[in-house]
């Protein structure tokens, strides 16, 4: 799937590397409600397995690659697909700080939301943000997702809680 400069491909085998120091950088676990490190062992089963399609899994990565220079700069998640109610989660990381706020994120998102609106045929997408994550929300938003709810106190950090942001967006057509 290309938009633009950007194109969105399937994990492959010499993305092991990149995923494990992505997926062990701590400072992004907190978005991501992980706890623990991830062993290559772990992530080269989670390769391996990658071919099986979404309606076995329940989700997708995909992996954000600039198609100029082909080189991978984040991913971009469907994760919670529910077949019978036409709707899934997407989560996405620019994890090359350089890279960022230059709309890659813009563009794999709209590639993406076309991708599961045309494709998979969804009724609509949702996401929850962390309060703080103020390019995430105006990313979402921009798109054309809306906050509709609020969950208190929902995550715990060393200064305390932060409440998360729901976000959804119904299929446009």
């Known amino acids: 799937m290309k938009y633009r400069e950007i194109r969105l491909r399937a994990i492959e085998p010499e ?18 409600n992980t706890i623990a490190p991830f062993s290559r062992y772990t992530l080269k089963r989670y390769i391996r397995n990658s071919h099986k399609n979404i309606y076995e899994t329940g989700q997708l990565r995909l992996m954000i690659e600039l198609i100029k220079e082909k080189q991978t700069i984040g991913t971009i998640d469907i994760f919670d697909f529910d077949h019978f109610h036409k709707r ?33 045929q969804l009724h609509q997408l949702w996401c929850n943000i962390l309060a703080n994550n103020r390019e995430s929300i105006e990313l979402f938003t921009k798109q054309g997702f809306v906050q509709i709810g609020i969950k208190k106190d929902w995550v715990k950090t060393v200064d305390g809680y932060l409440d998360e942001y729901m976000f959804q967006m119904l299929n446009p057509v």
Do not use: H, P
């Open 88 to 120: 899934a989660g997407i989560g996405i990381l620019i994890a090359v700080e350089e890279q960022r706020r230059k709309g890659y994120a813009t563009m794999a998102l709209k590639c993406l939301s076309d991708y599961c609106f045309r494709t998979l």
């Open 15 to 32: 993305d092991l590397e990149l995923l494990y120091s992505w997926e062990n950088n701590n400072s992004w676990w907190i978005i991501s």
